[in-house]
Each structure stands twice: as C-alpha cells, then as structure tokens.
C-alpha cells in the first residue's frame, strides 16, 4: 500500500491469480498424530497477540487434558493463577502464584489466554466430528512461531519517524485420545544365561585366580 502499511494475513499465491479457482489454503503442521484417527486439529495464522506471551502460555498446558487446560486458563483470565515464564523471563517480575510450578516468575497474559480458549473451543467440535472421546482427550503437541510483523509508526522529537512494529504469532494444536494403561504381565520364569566360550573362560580365570 503506498502508506508502507501491510494488512496481515494478505499472501500472494495461485488461488488469486486469475483463471484460477480459488482454493483453501491448508495450515502445515510441524508434526502429525501418532493415530490420526483418535486425534483431532486445531490451528491460528497471524493471531494479533503477542508471541513471547502466546508461546509461554502454549507450553503451561502442553501435555494436559483438554478440561484441565480449558480450567486453567479461565484461572488465568481471573488472575486467580499465572503463567510460568521459563524461557522469556527478562524483566519478568515475581509472584507467588509461580510457586506451583517451582518458579518465581510470572504474568497473566489474559489476552493470549483468550486466543488459545478460542483454539480449545475449536478442537472440541473438531474432536466431536470426529466422535472422539473428549473428556479423554489430552494436548500432545503445541507449537507458537513468530509470524510477519506489522509495520507502523510512532512520531518522534526533531521530526524524526521510527518503526512500531507488532509481533503476531501462528499457533497449532494437536490432541489426542489418551491411551488406556496396559497392565504389565507378569516375568516369565528367567531363561538361563547363554554364555561363549571366552566369557566361561574368563569366569574360570576369575574364580580360579581369586587367592
């Protein structure tokens, strides 16, 4: 645009070509389900949230089930529990609510808490669709990757213009049924040990030998 402003989510590809059918453009997953049929998707390009506050509270549910992380970002949402920062943790202020995870640091980004119900919310009918079981359904993979950055303007002292970026982010889910616990069964007698012939001498040596 000649203001130098870029519309986010604007991409350039064959569907808007001319003469061409327009078609759905597919989101990439990094990695795919072990089952895909007792699996289920969910996926957002160019969210207007912040990715460092997205990522950190995309890795605070990984690996829980769909209630529980639903439950905990509504805890979020009320500040009633924060947000471990493991890894952007410059200038991140401390708080006791940190303490269940055995950390000092914390936030409440409401807003990228928000995004990612929405995400949840998502999965689910994606999950019913499928007739999946979801009260058994758990967050198996998360990714949060920095997307194209919006360019804008802020007005300086001495008339001088600098840039006032944001920082958008794409963030994909995949859950999965969880797998029923298999009981182990039970040892079966222990095999008696093969031994060759210079491990039975070696032993011989060593029994011998020992004075």
């Known amino acids: 645009s000649s203001g130098g402003i870029l519309t986010v989510g604007s ?6 070509l001319p003469g061409i059918p327009k078609t ?17 998707k969910a996926a957002g390009s160019d969210l207007r949230v ?9 890795q605070a549910i990984k690996g829980r089930t769909l209630r529980n ?28 609510q940190a303490k269940e995870f055995k950390m000092s640091q914390g ?9 990612l119900l929405d995400l949840l919310t998502n999965a689910e009918s994606n999950a019913e669709f499928k007739n999946l079981d979801i009260e058994n359904l758990v967050i198996t993979h998360v990714q949060v990757s ?4 919006g360019r804008r303007r802020t007005y300086r002292a001495h008339g001088r213009i600098n840039a006032y970026m944001n920082c958008p982010c ?26 060759t012939k210079k491990q039975l001498a070696k032993r011989r040596l060593q029994v011998g030998g020992a004075h």
């Open 11 to 16: 991409h350039l590809s064959a569907s808007t």
């Open 24 to 40: 759905a453009a597919m989101v990439k997953y990094s990695c795919e389900a072990k089952i895909p049929s007792k699996s289920c």
């Open 50 to 58: 912040h990715y460092k506050n997205t990522y950190e509270t995309a």
């Open 69 to 96: 992380a639903q439950a905990y970002l509504e805890d979020v949402c009320q500040k009633r529990r924060c947000v471990p920062f493991r890894r952007y943790k410059g200038c991140i202020g401390r708080t006791p």
């Open 107 to 115: 936030r409440w980004p409401i807003k990228s808490a928000k995004i």
């Open 146 to 149: 920095e997307a194209q950055q």
């Open 170 to 195: 794409h963030v994909q889910f995949i859950l999965s049924e969880q797998e029923e616990a298999v009981e182990k069964p039970e040892q079966e007698e222990a095999k008696p040990k093969k031994f």
